[in-house]
């Protein structure tokens, strides 16, 4: 099961989910995003290689919108596993 963080990035203006992935190395990780109201995920980004990470870019969310995000590992074997889904406050 992929472990997220979500947090400002440090080198630029964005939010970076990170993903953390014990055990077999997954194919990809994908991230993906829940607006406040919206029943529908959204890709947010999709990272192939190691730290696997996404970015949400504040300018496309109202200020102080809250939303939902959630990775998702795929294997080799086709395999997936869903992490814990993080609320973040928009900056």
Avoid: C, E, M, W
């Avoid at 080198?11 to 607006?35: D, H, K, W, Y």
């Avoid at 996404?54 to 074997?77: H, M, N, T």
């Amino acid at each position: 099961v992929p472990k997220l963080t979500v947090g400002p990035d440090t080198l630029s203006n964005l939010v970076a989910a990170t993903a953390t992935v014990t055990g077999s190395a997954p194919v990809s990780v994908a991230f993906a995003v829940l607006r406040a109201g919206s029943h529908t995920l959204k890709r947010l980004d999709v990272d192939t290689s190691p730290p696997y990470r996404g970015f949400l870019d504040p300018a496309s969310f109202k200020r102080q919108d809250r939303v939902k995000v959630v990775a998702i590992a795929r294997g080799l074997d086709g395999s997936t596993a869903v992490s814990r889904v993080v609320t973040v406050t928009v900056p």
